[in-house]
């Protein structure tokens, strides 16, 4: 290798090549990790066991030290977890040495055949892109997965590495020996043998199209059509599950509710245990709710009738329109005072200011103290169509909420707000132990309460509002097949107005690889020049609808990238067929076509 070093035949992107990769493995072999993965996983262990997704029992031995060694090499993890803290090293072990070997051989190579230049070069291309591949893994997905970051768990070798990687994609820009009069040679005669540059079939493609606009234009329709039903349909898609998820988080993404099984109930005890057990909560709200006539001087009505506490309308952010809510002294002296929604004040007073005046809720006298601003409808439930008494009050003078052979009171459900999303999980834990020991369940019995919490409506709205969104995109697809049949129909009938043309290309030295790829291209090109006017005119129509307000429209970079992408996909696979018979001709039967 010396002799071919200094016999002046060798050439620098070679020796960039060649020095990048032994930096690269060197760095890996004897530097390895790159990444302090033990120290990453015991910070991910650490804040595992601080938000309680693990919790650490007497039975697992040991310390608490202990446990973290062990954990931080991902031995006593499962799951995702595991997952994110060995990620790394996987990566690391496939990644880096591949690239590293990958430049050696393509810098050896170069220094020994110059003349196999353009492939080494390629070749050495794929090693620095796997190289910055490990890097994009580390920080654009690890960092978010393991929630770390983990600049701070990176060596100076981690940044040696990065440099190498960086040098094996600089060679590209390098030219090797004999390139030079190559492109003057090209200057002078043209292109060889025939063929032409990536750049003058895309500019004859262009021709192509724009010579021919009528037929260009009919053509690319069915592109553009199944273009901007993809980009239209998939906002549309997107927009409901945006709109769905908006809607359940809205109503509380860190609230459990609390409800009896029948015949079992919940009761006012249970309350209690709940709020001396609980921690990381908000809100403890217990509620007793039944349906039943209401009237007044002008209207009877079967209402809705909630009791409810003093926090209720700070827990569920209730906005008072006129008056007041019900406070703490409602509840302590058994007031009859009620409050309406919106709707209930309509219908039971029509435009009368309800305030002061008297509603009988099954036979009692409440006076009116406040009326609700308009809040919507929620999972088929709307404040505005109900009315709201103080708990105590619905318990003892409205309804019999008495549990037979004990003196609790039932409610109807608990609300239980977490502090954060994040505390949902360990007080949903909480509460199931808590209750389970409230109502002396054994071990093989099944809970006689259900605890609702609204990941499990996200979990299954987000499962029908996918299946939606690929039915949609499915239907879209269908046009853009069409769009796909109508390339290749024209396609063929380009080849065959241009016969002469491609026998005269074969005459002078044109191989089949040449001809195949002028027409792929010529196919491509008016694909994605489709695929563009079909991602305009879906974002058009996207816009369109959203400002119409028909449907709650998203349009997301994926959605425009997957009809661009099926654009040149469908540009690619309808097009092949009549390149392979345009490169099939042969010569002399193409020039003698009339």
């Not at 016999?7 to 530097?31: E, N, Q, R, W, Y």
């Not at 499962?78 to 997952?83: I, K, L, R, Y």
């Not at 040495?97 to 003349?115: F, K, T």
């Not at 491609?502 to 491509?524: D, M, P």
Request: net charge negative; charged share 15%.
């Amino acid at each position: 290798m010396l002799t071919r070093l200094n016999d002046g035949k060798h050439h620098l992107a070679s020796v960039v090549t060649l020095v990048s990769g032994i930096v690269l493995l060197m760095t890996v072999v004897l530097f390895s990790p790159l990444i302090d993965v033990r120290a990453a996983g015991r910070d991910l262990f650490t804040q595992a066991v601080a938000s309680g997704e693990i919790t650490l029992s007497p039975e697992a031995g040991g310390n608490l030290s202990e446990l973290l060694d062990a954990a931080s090499s991902g031995t006593t993890l499962s799951g995702s977890a595991a997952a994110a803290i060995t990620s790394p090293t996987d990566v690391l072990e496939r990644l880096l040495p591949v690239a590293g070997l990958l430049a050696i051989v393509a810098g050896a190579l170069g220094i020994y055949r110059p003349e196999w230049g353009p492939t080494l070069r390629w070749l050495t291309v794929l090693a620095g892109m796997l190289g910055l591949v490990y890097y994009a893994a580390v920080f654009g997905v690890l960092s978010r997965t393991m929630l770390l970051d983990l600049a701070g768990h990176t060596s100076v070798m981690f940044y040696v590495a990065l440099v190498a990687c960086m040098g094996l994609l600089a060679q590209a820009f390098i030219k090797r020996p004999g390139e030079e009069q190559a492109e003057s040679v090209r200057r002078l005669i043209g292109p060889a043998n025939g063929g032409m540059s990536l750049n003058q079939n895309v500019a004859m493609a262009l021709d192509a199209i724009w010579v021919n606009k009528m037929r260009s234009g009919l053509t690319m329709l069915g592109i553009i059509i199944g273009v901007m039903a993809i980009v239209s349909l998939l906002s549309i898609g997107q927009g409901a599950q945006a709109s769905v998820t908006d809607t359940i988080t809205g109503a509380g993404s860190n609230v459990l509710s609390v409800s009896g099984v029948t015949p079992a109930v919940l009761t006012m005890d249970d309350v209690e245990v709940l709020k001396s057990s609980l921690t990381n909560v908000e809100y403890i709200d217990p509620t007793y709710y039944e349906t039943t006539i209401v009237r007044t001087d002008m209207e009877t009505k079967s209402i809705r009738v909630n009791g409810v506490t003093a926090d209720y309308a700070d827990a569920e952010d209730i906005v008072m329109d006129i008056g007041r809510f019900v406070n703490q002294a409602d509840l302590d002296r058994r007031g009859q005072v009620a409050v309406l929604g919106p709707d209930v004040a309509e219908t039971l007073f029509d435009n009368v200011n309800p305030i002061g005046r008297t509603v009988t809720i099954n036979g009692n006298p409440f006076e009116v103290i406040g009326v609700l601003e308009a809040q919507g409808t929620n999972f088929g439930q709307s404040p505005d169509e109900q009315i709201f008494v103080p708990l105590t009050t619905a318990q003892r003078n409205l309804f019999d909420t008495s549990v037979v052979g004990t003196s609790a009171k039932r409610v109807s459900n608990i609300r239980i707000h977490a502090i954060d999303t994040d505390s949902v999980g360990r007080v949903k834990q909480t509460v199931e132990v808590v209750l389970r020991a409230a109502h002396d369940l054994d071990v093989d019995e099944d809970n006689d309460f259900s605890i609702f919490d609204s990941q499990i409506l996200l979990d299954a709205a987000s499962t029908v509002t996918s299946t939606f969104t690929l039915l949609l995109g499915a239907v879209a697809s269908v046009s853009l097949v069409v769009g796909g049949i109508g390339i290749m129909n024209i396609s063929l009938v380009s080849v065959a107005e241009r016969t002469k043309e491609i026998g005269l290309r074969k005459a002078i030295g044109a191989r089949k690889s040449h001809i195949l790829q002028q027409f792929l291209i010529e196919t491509v090109v008016m694909s994605f020049v489709g695929g563009i006017l079909g991602v305009i005119s879906g974002v058009a129509v996207a816009g369109i609808i959203q400002a119409s307000d028909v449907f709650s429209v998203s349009v997301t970079p994926e959605s425009i990238m997957l009809g661009l992408a099926s654009s040149i996909a469908i540009g690619i696979f309808f097009g092949v067929y009549p390149a392979q018979r345009a490169a099939s001709l042969q010569p002399i039967e193409a020039l003698r076509t009339e």
